[in-house]
């Protein structure tokens, strides 16, 4: 399996519209026709899966990249395959009026494909941190921001809230990870049933415009839209219940209760310093290699994290200062 991620050239004057449209036939045109139904028996090909992901920079405004799975048997070579890929979409994306150099685009093996789909799986709408859920709050002032940071910064700054507009414009009916009939068929495997069109106009559910109000103030919506991304409509209960929880917060004594108020921590993931360092330690035993330290920890986290996805919680990762401390005192805590 090969790791393919393309991109085109962009800029703070690039609509996202624009560039995404690109891409999006530029790539599914490379996988056309005679020449790849060729390349596909000679590589023995099972399948692609795509994975679109957006971000914003300040400097080089919207980055619409996708990321690409080459799925081949034993005899096929998807690294050669993903190289022959993208240098027929690049033409394809010159066709079309736009640029992109070679040096731009990513191929490379999977060598750990566990680690790779953890990865795959940030998709379009994750939340704003890197995979290994490392990435601090304040340092996201120079860094590409995603969707949900956009949101965030939305309350009382234009900019961010005509970004947001465009991106909600833009962005539906965008899909991810899908796994095809013929990737079904040849690995054994449900095909996914999300293949047809989704209606984007079905209201989920409804909240009060003051509790609205309020989550916009204290930039919570992220939260609220990113669960209801994550878990879908069935948990419209539970996602409003946490919704009214988070705006009735640190709010005036006459506030009404609600029955069916649920905590927060019950769509939460928060695993201590001490549960990650001593997982860390278990890991650390069964690496050979000079980084194993780090290493342990970040497989440590993986898996609290890949706990939080399985059951559709938001992960909160302790502080890492935390974590190696303890993990340095072999699992004591001071």
Same mark, same amino acid.
């Given at each position: 399996?090969?790791?393919?991620?393309?991109?085109?050239?962009?800029?703070?004057?690039?609509?996202?519209?624009?560039?995404?449209?690109?891409i999006?036939?530029?790539?599914?045109?490379?996988?056309? /026709?005679?020449?790849?139904?060729r390349?596909?028996?000679?590589?023995?090909?099972?399948g692609?899966?795509?994975?679109?992901?957006v971000?914003?920079?300040?400097?080089?405004?919207?980055?619409?990249?996708?990321?690409?799975?080459?799925?081949t048997?034993?005899? %096929?070579?998807?690294?050669?395959?993903?190289?022959?890929?993208?240098?027929?979409?690049?033409?394809?994306?010159? $066709?079309?009026?736009?640029?992109?150099?070679?040096?731009?685009?990513?191929?490379s093996?999977?060598?750990?494909?566990?680690?790779?789909?953890?990865?795959?799986?940030? /998709?379009?709408?994750?939340?704003?941190?890197?995979?290994? %859920?490392?990435?601090?709050?304040?340092?996201?002032?120079?860094?590409?921001?995603?969707?949900?940071d956009?949101?965030?910064?939305?309350s009382?700054?234009?900019?961010?809230?005509?970004?947001?507009?465009?991106?909600?414009?833009?962005?539906?009916?965008?899909?991810?990870?899908?796994?095809?009939?013929?990737?079904?068929?040849?690995?054994?495997?449900?095909?996914?049933?999300?293949?047809?069109?989704?209606?984007?106009?079905?209201?989920?559910?409804?909240?009060?415009?003051?509790?609205?109000?309020?989550?916009?103030?204290?930039?919570?919506?992220?939260?609220?839209? $990113?669960?209801?991304?994550?878990? /879908?409509?069935?948990?419209?209960?539970?996602?409003?219940?946490?919704?009214?929880?988070?705006?009735?917060?640190?709010?005036?004594?006459?506030?009404?209760?609600?029955?069916?108020?649920?905590?927060?921590?019950?769509?939460?993931?928060?695993?201590?310093?001490?549960?990650?360092?001593?997982l860390?330690?278990h890991?650390?035993?069964?690496?050979?290699?000079?980084?194993?330290?780090?290493?342990?920890?970040?497989?440590?986290?993986?898996?609290?994290?890949?706990?939080?996805?399985?059951? /559709?919680?938001?992960?909160?990762?302790?502080?890492?200062?935390?974590?190696?401390?303890?993990?340095?005192?072999? %699992?004591?805590c001071?």
């Amino acid at each position: 399996m090969a790791s393919i991620t393309i991109t085109v050239a962009h800029d703070r004057a690039s609509q996202l519209q624009d560039i995404k449209h690109a891409i999006e036939t530029a790539s599914r045109k490379a996988r056309q /026709g005679a020449p790849w139904e060729r390349q596909k028996l000679r590589h023995d090909v099972i399948g692609v899966l795509s994975a679109p992901e957006v971000t914003y920079s300040r400097r080089h405004g919207w980055h619409f990249h996708i990321h690409h799975a080459f799925l081949t048997g034993e005899t %096929g070579n998807p690294e050669e395959l993903g190289w022959w890929f993208v240098r027929r979409y690049l033409k394809y994306l010159a $066709s079309a009026g736009f640029t992109a150099n070679i040096q731009g685009q990513e191929v490379s093996m999977v060598r750990d494909p566990n680690r790779f789909f953890t990865y795959l799986k940030k /998709g379009v709408t994750r939340l704003a941190q890197n995979v290994w %859920g490392l990435r601090e709050p304040g340092k996201l002032k120079d860094k590409h921001l995603h969707p949900f940071d956009i949101l965030q910064k939305a309350s009382g700054c234009k900019i961010m809230k005509s970004l947001w507009k465009e991106y909600a414009d833009v962005m539906p009916g965008t899909r991810s990870c899908i796994l095809t009939r013929s990737i079904a068929v040849r690995l054994n495997i449900n095909q996914d049933d999300d293949n047809e069109e989704v209606a984007h106009e079905h209201i989920v559910g409804q909240l009060p415009a003051p509790t609205w109000k309020v989550l916009v103030n204290r930039r919570k919506t992220n939260v609220i839209l $990113s669960l209801l991304e994550d878990r /879908g409509a069935a948990a419209w209960h539970e996602i409003s219940s946490l919704a009214l929880t988070l705006s009735a917060e640190k709010s005036s004594v006459n506030a009404v209760p609600t029955q069916d108020k649920i905590p927060t921590k019950a769509l939460e993931h928060r695993p201590s310093a001490a549960q990650v360092a001593n997982l860390a330690l278990h890991y650390k035993w069964q690496l050979t290699r000079k980084e194993r330290n780090g290493e342990a920890i970040r497989f440590a986290l993986d898996r609290e994290r890949g706990h939080a996805v399985a059951n /559709g919680l938001t992960f909160y990762p302790p502080r890492i200062k935390d974590v190696l401390e303890i993990f340095g005192n072999d %699992g004591v805590c001071s």
